[in-house]
T-cell receptor, first 113, second 113 residues
Framework: NAGVTQTPKFQVLKTGQSMTLQCAQDMNHNSMYWYRQDPGMGLRLIYYSASEGTTDKGEVPNGYNVSRLNKREFSLRLESAAPSQTSVYFC????????????FGDGTRLSIL | ELKVEQNPLFLSMQEGKNYTIYCNYSTTSDRLYWYRQDPGKSLESLFVLLSNGAVKQEGRLMASLDTKARLSTLHITAAVHDLSATYFCAVDYTGGGADGLTFGKGTHLIIQP
């Protein structure tokens, strides 16, 4: 009963390096989301995918790209990492947009030096 | 722009006491969620409130929603140590083209014996 699985759990990058965070859900959900959480802050939406084949920007999309590879998988890419992107990244999914609660993965703790 | 404000942001209380966390939001919405986060962990869905006047209870926690006042409350009755965590409210706003949830900054709750 995995739910939402994120990989890796921890990562340290140097400024300018690129990296892809992976997310997969096994609940047959249509909608998937990427959030970042910074100390003392709530989660902020980076990108979302309302359904397979669609992606849209959230509140803080700059410096990120996403790919909805199939219904199960939604990846987040940092093309040229910056220290300001040091954060904990959470992937979430829900059956559809709105109404249902989102189910969150365990997070990826990313440090950029 | 949707804003979600929680107060207090930090709360230290003794076991056995009652207290209320408040969540105000700035734009009309009738979908509000409460989540719990333990240190270093993911978010766990607690309540989904979908209409004005909705009240949900689980154990020592009770959540309510007043959409006219744009206010939700999370009431803790006879607090116990196991309820120590950070509690987030989040609002689902689909009126402006953006999807996903807008979170408050969270209430860090410590319950002391």
């Amino acid at each position: 009963n995995a739910g939402v699985t994120q990989t890796p759990k921890f990562q340290v990058l140097k400024t300018g390096q690129s990296m892809t965070l992976q997310c997969a859900q096994d609940m047959n959900h249509n909608s998937m989301y990427w959030y970042r959480q910074d100390p003392g802050m709530g989660l902020r939406l980076i990108y979302y995918s309302a359904s397979e084949g669609t992606t849209d920007k959230g509140e803080v999309p700059n410096g990120y790209n996403v790919s909805r590879l199939n219904k199960r998988e939604f990846s987040l890419r940092l093309e040229s990492a910056a220290p300001s992107q040091t954060s904990v990244y959470f992937c979430a999914s829900s059956r559809n947009r709105g109404i249902q609660p989102q189910h969150f993965g365990d997070g990826t703790r990313l440090s950029i030096l | 722009e949707l804003k979600v404000e929680q107060n207090p942001l930090f709360l230290s209380m003794q076991e056995g006491k009652n207290y209320t966390i408040y969540c105000n939001y700035s734009t009309t919405s009738d979908r509000l969620y409460w989540y719990r986060q333990d240190p270093g962990k993911s978010l766990e869905s607690l309540f989904v409130l979908l209409s004005n006047g909705a009240v949900k209870q689980e154990g020592r926690l009770m959540a309510s929603l007043d959409t006219k006042a744009r206010l939700s409350t999370l009431h803790i009755t006879a607090a116990v140590h196991d309820l120590s965590a950070t509690y987030f409210c989040a609002v689902d706003y689909t009126g402006g083209g953006a999807d996903g949830l807008t979170f408050g900054k969270g209430t860090h709750l410590i319950i002391q014996p």
